[in-house]
């Protein structure tokens, strides 16, 4: 699996944007980009995904660089219930079947209230 | 939709029993994954079920086993139980589009 390289850990203040790093060098052209969250004390939960183009959802937004070997996650305007570990994966989009997510350390976030 | 749901949430046992988890995924999954979360590895995959047949597995001894029922529901089974094992069990399902899986809340095992 390609790998992922992530800060340890990121500190934002409460209502501002927190953009959220992540190099990928050794993407692959089907490597589509997730990102998951770790709440305290809870499961992970999907954040959002791309493949080329930036996304935008209800949770963030995704901005993912030109030749794809770094992207961003963006939180437009933090709360404290964003307090988590961000972890940035790579899947394969040419298989599809294979549901093993293979997570790296991740970023822990806190938010300054 | 109910969401992943894990019994037992918290679970204390010795050393060299055995134990086993279950994970009831969302209705309508049938894939279901399971990870091994502690403070010193992290996340790992230990392996993951789709229509009652394993299809993938990670890098875990052979006293990790698990299964799938008829109804999507998973159970997974660690025997000869060692203080190492004392981890956060975390169950996944998906809908298999490759796109979100959906975690449920784990199941905290103390191996003493």
């Known amino acids: 699996d390609a790998k992922t390289t992530q800060p340890n850990s990121m500190e934002s203040n409460e209502e501002e944007p927190v953009h959220l790093p992540c190099n990928h060098s050794?993407?692959?052209?089907?490597?589509?980009i997730h990102w998951y969250r770790q709440l305290p004390s809870q499961g992970p939960e999907y954040v959002i995904h791309?493949?080329?183009s930036n996304v935008n959802n209800r949770m963030a937004s995704l901005a993912i660089a030109e030749d794809r070997k770094s992207s961003t996650l963006i939180l437009h305007r933090a709360t404290l219930r964003d307090a988590a570990v961000y972890y940035c994966?790579?899947?394969?989009?040419?298989?599809?079947?294979?549901?093993?997510?293979?997570f790296g350390t991740g970023t822990r976030l806190t938010i300054i209230p | 939709k109910a969401g992943v749901t894990q019994t037992p949430r918290y679970l204390i046992k010795t050393r060299g029993q055995q134990v086993t988890l279950s994970c009831s995924p969302i209705?309508?999954?049938?894939?279901v994954s399971w990870y091994q979360q502690t403070p010193g590895q992290g996340l790992q995959f230990l392996f993951e079920?789709?229509?009652?047949?394993?299809?993938n597995k990670g890098n875990f001894p052979g006293r990790f086993s698990g299964r799938q029922f008829s109804n999507s529901r998973s159970e997974m089974n660690v025997s000869t139980l060692e203080l190492g094992d004392s981890a956060l069990y975390l169950c996944?399902?998906?809908?298999?589009?490759?796109?979100?899986?959906?975690f449920g809340p784990g199941t905290r095992l103390l191996v003493l």
């Open positions: 079920y789709f229509s009652e047949t394993q299809r």
């Open positions: 050794t993407i692959s052209g089907t490597d589509y």
């Open positions: 994966i790579l899947r394969d989009g040419l298989n599809f079947g294979n549901e093993k997510l293979t």
């Open positions: 791309g493949l080329t």
């Open positions: 209705s309508g999954h049938r894939s």
């Open positions: 996944a399902s998906s809908e298999l589009t490759g796109r979100d899986q959906y």
